[in-house]
């Protein structure tokens, strides 16, 4: 009897749904041939695959249906800053408080995204940034040290390019924002071993709303409950920089009353928001560099050129390397932005054309998809061209166009107007110390000289900086 009452319900529901029809002024919709399931599969399978096929079907704007949800996908990117800026319309705190559940298992109900945006900027600019970035740089130049990469001076080494980078990165960042002990190197490894374990399963658990069951699942748990262990605040050596993010950051839980078990695991968030990204990043910058060798040689000029600046100014006028890490991001920064429509809401096109967004679904942005790599901005999108983002006179390109309007943002790896990244400055000056000092102190090169780079995991679509399918073979060693 209840079983009955219970399918009817699910039809009802189903009915409900299947019901939706498109209103006068709203975008496109397309809601798949599967019911309720709609396009689901497709979109996770393959986020950019899948989308980019939309925008071809519908143009700029869309409503597409997943596992019941509707989603209108927005791909015109003059409009996405004047869009997310109605903050009380479109609100990014209840999905947000979703993905952190179910990832991280985490809940944190007075989360409160804005004011925690805020404490980030004020801790990654200004002097605060000068301290952390001197600090980082120490921290890397103690990790290339031959005792730590257990290398005498010299002596070859192999290893895949992504493991050497996000390895060095993360551990670089850990030790800087963390303020994890220096010289434990074998719990530095092991930290960075359980968290690629994590973060390697990150897209699959963001995925589904049940965290327990299959092997993976349980891989997944294992990590995360180490990490927890690891990253309890009270085992963080954070002592000299009570005025740090973190330190701040741990206190406000502490006064909004957060129990201790939810502090190390929002301890783990923190941990995937500041060292998620930019090893990834570092290990395209030197995969494009590697497989481009005219790039990798007008780059080294460049350093060269600024062998006898100070430390400190030796970052400040690099125009090349800028654009080959701008042209890096454009290819590879790939986080899908994502908002509840909390009330009906009209927004603009940048042609002009007006579109009504419905209460209750999802608006998503893909700024990889455009401007990144929209073919009448970029040409030849899919390429890696080193020298796309400099003018004939050596300085930084700016003027973009799409069918005759000059584009606003070219490329949108930090995230829009109302939500840039907090850590941009840090994450390109860290980027910026890996490369450099990888191409100044070492002798690298690639295991087979026409190597590839390998194809990008399509899972990772929404997450972030991409990562590869594969690696790259390389060999390396410390120079004398
Ligand atoms: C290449 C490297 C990086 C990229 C491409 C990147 C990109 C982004 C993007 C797109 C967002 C907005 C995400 C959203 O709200 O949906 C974000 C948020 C953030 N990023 Fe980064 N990031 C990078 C590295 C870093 C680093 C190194 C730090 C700090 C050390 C950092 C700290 C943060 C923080 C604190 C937030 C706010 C998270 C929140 O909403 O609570 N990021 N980043």
Request: with cysteine.
């Amino acid at each position: 009897m209840m079983w009955t009452a219970l399918l009817l319900l699910g039809l009802a529901v189903l009915l409900l749904y299947a019901r939706r029809t498109r209103r006068r002024n709203e975008p496109p919709l397309d809601k798949g041939m599967i019911p309720w399931l709609g396009h689901a599969l497709e979109f996770g399978k393959d986020a950019a695959k899948f989308l980019t096929r939309m925008k071809q079907k519908h143009g700029d704007i869309f409503t597409v249906r997943a596992a019941g949800q509707y989603i209108t996908v927005l791909l015109d990117s003059n409009c996405y800053d004047a869009v997310l800026s109605d903050v009380v319309s479109l609100d990014q705190t209840s999905y947000a408080q979703v993905l952190m559940k179910r990832i991280f298992s985490l809940d944190l109900p007075n989360h409160n995204l804005e004011s925690e945006k805020k404490r980030a900027e004020m801790h990654f600019q200004g002097s605060a940034l000068t301290q952390l970035c001197s600090s980082m740089q120490n921290n890397l130049q103690h990790l290339v040290t031959p005792s730590e990469m257990g290398l005498k001076v010299s002596e070859w080494k192999k290893d895949g390019l992504f493991d050497f980078c996000y390895s060095l990165l993360f551990k670089t960042g850990y030790l800087t924002v963390f303020g994890a002990e220096k010289n434990n190197s074998a719990a530095l490894a092991e930290i960075y071993e359980e968290f690629r374990r994590f973060d390697k399963l990150l897209p699959k658990l963001a995925r589904t709303t049940e965290n327990k069951g299959n092997e993976e699942k349980q891989i997944a748990s294992s990590a995360r409950e180490k990490l927890w262990k690891w990253l309890t605040p009270s085992r963080l050596d954070r002592k000299p920089e009570r005025q740090s993010w973190l330190g701040n950051y741990v206190q406000h839980l502490q006064d909004e009353g957060v129990d201790a078990e939810t502090q190390r695991r929002a301890m783990l968030l923190q941990l995937w928001v500041t060292q998620g990204n930019a090893g990834p990043a570092a290990f395209w910058v030197l995969g494009y560099l590697l497989t481009h060798p005219e790039a990798l040689r007008t780059v080294r000029e460049e350093i060269q050129g600024g062998k006898h600046l100070r430390p400190e100014e030796k970052q400040k006028n690099t125009p090349v390397f800028d654009s080959v890490l701008t042209e890096t991001l454009r290819l590879t920064a790939a986080a899908l932005i994502t908002r509840e429509v909390k009330q009906d809401k009209k927004i603009c096109l940048s042609n002009g054309q007006e579109y009504q967004l419905r209460r209750g679904d999802r608006l998503c942005i893909f700024p990889f998809i455009s401007p990144q790599m929209d073919p009448q901005i970029h040409q030849q999108p899919e390429m890696f061209q080193f020298d796309r983002f400099l003018n004939a006179d050596g300085t930084k390109k700016k003027d973009f166009f799409k069918e005759g309007l000059r584009v606003k943002n070219p490329s949108v790896p930090w995230g829009t107007k109302d939500n840039l990244c907090p850590g941009r400055q840090f994450a390109v000056s860290a980027i910026k110390e890996l490369v450099f000092t990888i191409l100044t102190g070492f002798d690298l090169e690639l295991c087979e000289k026409n190597a590839k780079l390998p194809l990008v995991d399509p899972s990772r679509y929404g997450f972030g900086i991409l990562q590869p399918a594969g690696d790259l073979e390389i060999r390396y060693r410390i120079r004398s």
